[in-house]
């Protein structure tokens, strides 16, 4: 959960949430307000599942790969009435370890999308 406590206005702030299936949710652009300031995150990758071969050798499992930040503001005026926003799940972790599935990779995270339409 991101921490938004250092944000004044808390009530103007609206937060989409990753969704299972791959649905647009809109923003419908608030009135009273000079400029919006969007802050969007990727979706990470998944963790690798760890090793546990028969010949003793062993190895945990690596951590999921970080997903891309970004944050802008943008004068009001510049922005639609209303805002197409999707927000991926993350990526799958590795597969469970036996005896022939060691060490696998996790699944790719994907792209956090602001669009005028939705695509």
């Known amino acids: 959960m991101i921490d938004l406590s ?3 206005n808390m009530q ?3 937060v989409f ?3 299972t299936t791959t649905t647009w949710q809109v923003w419908n652009k608030p009135r009273g307000f000079n400029m919006c300031s969007i802050y969007a995150i990727g979706s990470g990758g998944g963790g690798g599942s760890g090793a546990a071969a028969t010949t003793g050798i062993r190895g945990g499992g690596g951590g999921g790969g970080s997903a891309g930040v970004i ?3 943008i004068a009001h ?3 639609p009435n209303n805002l ?3 927000v991926p799940i993350g990526g799958v972790g590795g597969s469970s370890v036996t005896a022939t599935n060691q060490g696998q990779t996790g699944g790719n995270g994907s792209e956090t999308i602001v669009a005028v ?3």
Do not use: A, W
Request: hydrophobic share 50%; proline share 10%; charged share 10%.
């Open 6 to 8: 250092h944000i004044v």
């Open 12 to 14: 103007n702030t609206f």
């Open 71 to 73: 944050r802008t503001t």
């Open 117 to 119: 339409y939705p695509e």
């Open 17 to 19: 949430l990753p969704s």
């Open 77 to 79: 005026v510049f922005v």
């Open 84 to 86: 197409f926003i999707f």
